[in-house]
């Protein structure tokens, strides 16, 4: 396994990294004829999440949206091996914010926030080229590979220009640690919770979906503001970021409305331009349960 990862890495992973934009491109026109018209990867999973989020469109616009997904999803796949090699001065064309002032107010406040996010658009170039966008410490809460190999590099890339990565398991450490700096760790909200009877359940994209929870506890916990971030995709390779406020005084809030507020502003991105999002993920592979806890 180790000879395999090695070879992997410094015998594909990199050669492809260090070419240019414009080739890897090409190279991604080709991969979305294998992986769509070859060998099909996730295509039934793919329709089906299409079809259930959107029964008023028709058969031809959900094959539409998933061919322009799959599209995508190459140039996302190609982008984050670039990633690998990426200096910094071509991050800061590639990644950029116009307001950071959204975010930055509550910096020059003396106040930590917490990000809401989801995976849409290149969720890669939004951790290696975040930090140093804010004035923050961002912390990038995220599950660990089980490829002890490939957990080291994909650390050690979505670090390089100051992400903290911080384990799913050591939210709370990250947070406690880290009292005496302003910080901003960064939540995905759209992942499917690995206990359903542990998540936030509401409607998602027509669907009743379990949401994580972790957002809202630790907005409350330790009382920072919510922001919610927007990746826009400017053109092929260049994205834009947008910070949008969602509440200031998290423990004023009624219990599930921060995690309501976050997942509307991401539903509506998604309706808005849906080819952006991750939908080879298994997003409802859980039910709701017949009894949902009301209180997390």
């Known amino acids: 396994m180790i000879v395999l990862n090695l070879i992997l890495y410094y015998l594909v ?23 769509y018209h070859g060998f099909g990867y996730r295509k039934k999973v793919v329709l089906q999440n299409i079809r259930n989020s ?37 991050l800061a064309k590639r990644v950029v914010c116009h ?54 590099k994909m650390r050690k890339v979505r670090g390089k220009y100051g992400l903290t990565m911080v384990p799913t398991k050591k939210v709370k450490e990250f947070f406690d640690d880290n009292t005496n700096e302003l910080i901003a760790p960064a939540f995905a909200i759209d992942q499917s919770p690995s206990n359903p009877n542990k998540a936030y359940w ?6 009743d979906s379990g949401v994580l929870f972790g957002t809202e506890k630790y907005a409350k916990d330790y009382n920072f503001p ?20 969602v509440v200031e005084k998290p423990r004023e809030t009624a219990y599930g409305e921060i995690t309501e507020k976050v997942t509307r502003l991401l539903e ?21 349960p017949a009894v949902v806890n009301e209180q997390l």
């Not at 930090?131 to 490939?150: A, C, E, M, S, W």
């Not at 509401?202 to 669907?207: A, K, P, V």
């Not at 998604?270 to 409802?284: G, N």
């Open 54 to 90: 959107f029964p008023e469109k028709t058969t031809e616009e959900h094959i539409k949206i998933s061919k322009q997904f799959y599209r995508y999803f190459c140039d996302v796949i190609l982008e984050t091996l670039k990633t690998f090699t990426i200096s910094e001065r071509e």
């Open 202 to 207: 509401t409607t998602f994209l027509n669907q």
């Open 226 to 245: 919510v922001v919610y971030c927007r990746m826009n995709l400017v053109k092929r390779g260049h994205y834009s970021l947008d910070f949008m406020d």
């Open 268 to 288: 509506k991105d998604i309706r808005a331009v849906p080819q952006y999002w991750l939908w080879t993920h298994r997003r409802w592979k859980h039910k709701k």
């Open 99 to 152: 307001d950071p002032g959204v975010i930055d107010k509550y910096f020059d406040r003396g106040q930590s926030v917490i990000i809401a996010a989801g995976h849409y658009n290149n969720t890669q170039m939004f951790a290696v080229g975040i930090d140093r966008l804010l004035k923050h410490k961002v912390g990038g809460i995220y599950q660990p590979l089980t490829n002890k190999f490939f957990e080291e």
């Open 13 to 35: 992973i990199i050669p492809l990294s260090l070419l240019p934009m414009p080739i890897l491109y090409l190279i991604s026109d080709g991969v979305y004829v294998l992986v």
